[in-house]
């Protein structure tokens, strides 16, 4: 799913920028709506899918299984957010062609940056108890 919102939001900025939607003075207030989006989407599908995983998998795992599987989820959608919102940006301003470039570097940035956070979690919440 973090992949699918970066992906998204890398579309949105890149294709504001494309056509002239997002200048300088737009970044800040691009940035902070497209991680409120990626937060509030994070925190909507962490939620469901926590839920979900916390009652099928509960007399097996567990409270921790579903609340390690939500919370990844909500984090992971939130950093895909964000990154995707800054790279174009930032790739721009180093005369790389953010439509090229983004796509690519945000995939990889975000699934590395969400499973190194989600088994962490479990780590912690599943093997620490």
């Not at 579309?11 to 504001?16: A, F, K, L, Q, S």
């Amino acid at each position: 799913m973090g992949g699918n919102v970066g992906s998204q939001t890398a579309t949105y900025v890149v294709r504001g920028l494309a056509t002239g939607e997002i200048g300088d003075a737009d970044e800040g207030a691009t940035i902070r709506g497209e991680i409120t989006v990626g937060a509030l989407l994070g925190l909507f599908y962490g939620a469901v899918v926590g839920g979900l995983a916390g009652l099928l998998f509960h007399a097996r795992h567990g409270w921790r299984f579903g609340a390690v599987v939500g919370f990844a989820m909500a984090v992971s959608m939130f950093v895909a957010s964000a990154l995707a919102a800054v790279t174009p940006l930032v790739l721009r301003r180093f005369k790389v062609d953010p439509a090229t470039a983004a796509g690519p570097m945000i995939t990889t940035a975000t699934d590395l940056l969400s499973n190194a956070f989600y088994f962490t979690l479990a780590s912690w919440l599943l093997l620490g108890s």
